[in-house]
């Protein structure tokens, strides 16, 4: 998933805000995040290359020590131990590695293909971007609407009014992430555009995705608490 896992965060702070939306948007995507760092350590080559050939169905990565099962037993450990030191708070900590598994959960139904630990494991997880990619979307699209249902649902109990202008910012943003996603499903930018082969140093696939996903954290941890009104007297 590239949305959905946002909308979890959004959840979190709601209930948390002491945990800060920057912590939990971090831990929603650490998985992703970690395979960034390890595609440059060698570790989680992904290919394409070229962003511009790059689809859904047609990246390839083993996520050996980012996504895999046994190291997610690390991971979530890790972010519990970082929510509660720095936060001082238990509740903060539990709820950071909730994300980090919720992250593992929703891969499962949408996203690409996990195992045990290495790929002559078993698989723990669909697989459907590389099986069925528009189901994948379309899971994923349900998943994002109901999470952002609920959040928006919860701010009315709680008397929290947003603007229209704020509500569209952030509906908005995972709009265009669900687009995104089907624009580039099943045909490369370089197909739908007919763009040319080149090389300018700049139009790789992981800079491009660490581009994405850093915006869109940096866009969310400004929009949601920004603009955010007080309780009604």
Same mark, same amino acid.
């Given at each position: 998933?590239?949305?959905?896992?946002?909308?979890?965060?959004?959840?979190?702070?709601?209930?948390?805000?002491?945990?800060?939306?920057?912590?939990?948007?971090?831990?929603?995507?650490?998985?992703?995040?970690?395979?960034?760092?390890?595609?440059?350590?060698?570790?989680?080559?992904?290919?394409?290359?070229?962003?511009?050939?790059?689809?859904?169905?047609?990246?390839?990565?083993?996520?050996?020590?980012?996504?895999?099962?046994?190291?997610?037993?690390?991971?979530?450990?890790?972010?519990? =131990?970082?929510?509660?030191?720095? @936060?001082?708070?238990?509740? *903060?900590?539990? #709820?950071?590695? /909730?994300?980090? %598994?919720?992250? !593992?959960?929703?891969?499962?139904?949408?996203?690409?293909?996990?195992?045990?630990?290495?790929?002559?494991?078993?698989?723990?997880?669909?697989? =459907?971007?590389?099986?069925?990619? @528009?189901?994948?979307?379309? *899971?994923?699209? #349900?998943?994002? /609407?109901?999470? %952002?249902?609920? !959040?928006?649902?919860?701010?009315?109990?709680?008397?929290?009014?947003?603007?229209?202008?704020?509500?569209?910012?952030?509906?908005?943003?995972?709009?265009?992430?669900?687009?995104?996603?089907?624009?580039?499903?099943?045909?490369?930018?370089?197909?739908?555009?007919?763009?040319?082969? !080149?090389?300018?140093?700049?139009?790789?696939?992981?800079?491009?995705?660490?581009?994405?996903?850093?915006?869109?954290?940096?866009?969310?941890?400004?929009?949601?608490?920004?603009?955010?009104?007080?309780?009604?007297?």
């Amino acid at each position: 998933m590239l949305a959905g896992h946002y909308t979890t965060a959004l959840v979190a702070y709601q209930k948390y805000p002491k945990g800060t939306l920057l912590f939990f948007l971090i831990a929603s995507q650490l998985q992703d995040l970690l395979w960034f760092t390890f595609h440059y350590l060698g570790l989680e080559l992904t290919e394409p290359s070229d962003v511009f050939n790059t689809t859904l169905s047609n990246m390839a990565v083993n996520m050996l020590y980012s996504h895999d099962l046994i190291p997610l037993i690390f991971w979530v450990s890790l972010v519990f =131990l970082f929510g509660k030191v720095i @936060f001082k708070d238990t509740k *903060i900590g539990l #709820v950071g590695a /909730v994300l980090v %598994l919720g992250h !593992f959960v929703l891969d499962f139904f949408s996203g690409h293909p996990h195992h045990i630990f290495g790929l002559e494991t078993n698989n723990v997880g669909l697989g =459907l971007y590389a099986t069925n990619v @528009f189901l994948a979307i379309g *899971i994923e699209a #349900v998943a994002t /609407v109901a999470m %952002l249902w609920y !959040f928006f649902k919860q701010e009315a109990k709680n008397g929290i009014q947003r603007t229209s202008k704020n509500k569209a910012s952030i509906i908005g943003l995972f709009i265009f992430g669900i687009v995104f996603m089907l624009s580039i499903a099943t045909t490369s930018f370089r197909q739908l555009l007919n763009i040319p082969e !080149f090389d300018l140093g700049f139009n790789s696939s992981v800079p491009t995705l660490i581009l994405t996903y850093i915006g869109m954290i940096l866009y969310l941890n400004y929009i949601v608490p920004k603009f955010k009104i007080e309780k009604k007297v």
